[in-house]
């Protein structure tokens, strides 16, 4: 059988509260499944499916999981497994798009490990999730939506998103096999006062520093910085040859610090945030 994945991580946040869903199927040696994982600030679930209930229109941008959905318009939500109950319905404004493929010219490769896709580096977020009890409310929120899929998850990676006054932040440092080869791969938009700001690989960008929880990355004459500060990891599964084995840690609202500045020191946005959404799959 063919080792695949596909899956989208949908980001609510309000000023107090983070909720991301993770809608995804899988396919390996041990067969066809699906899932929906939840994260907030404080924990994270996995709820399995068989494939069958599965259903998914990438070009409509129409998904479903059961009883779970998503498309532009929003999410609805009703997971009840193992003692654990969420449900709710959250309303979607309308999506900001990149203006063109993160994966750039990489798109064209066909035999990459994993592809990243952005749907909305930002959209308003309206409504309800009641996660075994507790009430999120979103009133005019933030939303963020990307994608993967591929065979595996990169064996070590960092990849980072975050809010800030000005706009949105995601980047992503991954070590990508290319045939006999590896290196080190950069995708990332800092998307900034309406601006795109595009930071990747394919326009020369380098990672010049990856250690103690800090990436650094360099790309012409623009340095961007991401930090983790301090971790509120919680466990989440990740693909490895399709199959969902892997064990990631996210922190779904942290403390990090960003900036990005050009050589010459000009600042272009420069913040600390407790509430930075963060993975760093490096060894300390």
Known sequence: MRKYFY?????????????????????????????????TDDEAFNFDYPFSDW???????????GENSLDESGMTIHLSQDGNEIEGKL???????????????????????????VKSMFHTVDGSVTVN????????????IEGDRGVSFPKVYSWTHTFFDEGS?????????FGAFHFTGVIGVVYVNGVEHRI??????????????????????KILTAKLIERRAYAL????????????????????CYRFQTKKRETICSFETDRASFEYEYPD
């Open 169 to 177: 932040l995601m980047l992503s440092v991954a070590d990508i096999p």
């Open 7 to 39: 899956g989208w991580y949908i980001k609510c946040q309000s000023e107090e509260q983070t909720l991301a869903v993770i809608i995804a199927y899988h396919l390996s040696k041990e067969g066809k499944s699906a899932s929906v994982q939840v994260i």
């Open 55 to 65: 259903y998914g229109d990438e070009k409509a941008f129409s998904f479903r999981v």
């Open 133 to 144: 009890g507790k009430q999120f409310d979103f009133i005019n929120a933030k939303g963020y």
């Open 91 to 117: 309303k979607f404004g309308r999506f900001t798009p990149l203006s063109y493929d993160i994966m750039g010219p990489f798109k064209a490769i066909p035999f990459l490990q994993c592809r990243h896709s």
């Open 200 to 221: 990747a690989t394919y326009h020369g960008a380098k990672a010049v520093s990856i250690e103690n929880s800090k990436v650094v990355v360099r790309q012409k004459d």
């Open 237 to 256: 599964k990740a693909p490895e040859s399709g199959n969902m084995t892997r064990t990631i840690r996210e922190s779904a609202s942290c403390k990090a």
